[in-house]
């Protein structure tokens, strides 16, 4: 059997009927820049989010740089993350002119260690020393939140700032105040990416940053406009960071069934989890699972340490089922940064993850003989 790693087209399949019609209605309008189509799925998503205002953005990645522009991150700053994540974290933070500083990774969660993340506020690096430090950006990685409350006390301590990376972990909750927040609201700027491949996904390049601090959302809605609140005349340098009125209308159609989704891919990793209970196959854990949240994890990726992970990866291929390793070679080893004077065994749990790590098919869509055939695939690869 043929299991793709994701198949957007099922999806499209179930919510065409509602998706049309938002579409021609943005086309008989012929508003296609900012307009009331924005506005509706801003409100919305920060309703959905927790936060008070979001502001729609061009990608995920743009939401990154605007996060960090609206704190003012620049030449002479660093700023703490970790390296094994997606790229646009650290490019943001580089292309800035500021110093990606990172922290390893958690091995049981893959995001970064909060403990690991003190050592190198305490000690960073001779060569980073007269850097200041002043984001903390913590990533929310393949749909979990990371340890926040152990984040939130370092910036306090340490004076940073905090944006979190939350392009994957739309809707995932951790566990605050003996109830819930949802990632993205609990910094002072949240970053969401609408990639089609992330559970809520447009049909191109969309992003947003949420925040509650008015100060913050206005400034981050003059960055999007060339920074520019009365048009021709700019404050700042901003940007043209715009989300267009067709993605943020197909948005809020999905917006209203992402938490199903959600559910769908917790179902699927449920099911992926008993069966790979006795094989060497190490599924990943949910961290919070026992903190009585309603989305604990939302599964944008679904991702197992495997021995000898690339004969399996080839194996699984040759099936015909889809895989992915996220990602192959840590940020701190990129060609790129080689200027940061990293080297290797700098982050052995970042590292580690790339040589062992293997994501599974888990969009919604998934039936039991398809899930049962990635199991079964898996398994006689490792034989
Ligand atoms: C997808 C993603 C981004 C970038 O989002 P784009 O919309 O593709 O620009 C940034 N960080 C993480 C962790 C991501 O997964």
Redesign the pocket.
Known sequence: MHVPLLDLKAQYAAIRSEIRPVLDEVCESQYFIMGPKVEAFERNAAAYCGAREAIGLS????A?LAALMALDVGPGDAVLTTPY??F??AGSIARLGAVPLFADIDPATFNMDPRAARKVLENPPARFRDRRVKVILP?H?YGQSADMRLFLDLAAEFKCRIVE?A??AIGAEYPADGGARKVGAMGDIGCF???PS?NLGCFG???MAVTSDAALAARLRVIRAHGSSKKYFHEIVGGNFRLDALQAAVLDVKLRHLDAWHAARRANAAFYDSAFKGTPVRAPKMAYAGCNLRQPHIYNQYVVRVPGRDRVRESLVKAGIGCEVYYPLSLHMQECFRYLEYRLGDFPESERAALETLALPIYPELTDPMKQAVVDALLAGMR
């Open positions: 990608s995920g990645t743009d990154i994540t997606f646009a974290t990533v990685l990376d392009c994957q990416s609408f990639f992330k390049d969309g992003g």
